[in-house]
C-alpha cells in the first residue's frame, strides 16, 4: 500500500510484485492515481516461488479497491 500511496506524488508508474506469495489480509487501494500492479507470471498447478501469487485468506473485503477518476486506467497483470 505504500508503495502505491508514494506514487500518487508521481502522477502514477508500475508497482513490480516479484515471484512469491502475497497474503491480502485487507483491501490495496488505488485511489486517484493510475498504477499497474506486474507481477512476474505464474505457473497453472505451481506455488509460491513458481510466479506471483496474491492469497485473500478471509471472506467479507474486496482484495482492490480502485476509487478516482485517475483510477480508471489502472491494471492488475500477471
Request: no cysteine; proline share 5%; glycine share 16%.
Amino acid at each position: 500500500q505504500a508503495a502505491i500511496n508514494a506514487l500518487k506524488t508521481r502522477g502514477g508508474d508500475t508497482v513490480r510484485l516479484g515471484p512469491r506469495e502475497y497474503r491480502l489480509a485487507s483491501p490495496v487501494v488505488v485511489d486517484g492515481v493510475t498504477v499497474r500492479l506486474q507481477g512476474a507470471g505464474f505457473t497453472e498447478a505451481g506455488g509460491p516461488g513458481d510466479g506471483t501469487w496474491l492469497r485473500v485468506d478471509q471472506t467479507g473485503f474486496t482484495p482492490f479497491l480502485f476509487t478516482g477518476a485517475m483510477a480508471r486506467g489502472s491494471q492488475v497483470r500477471d
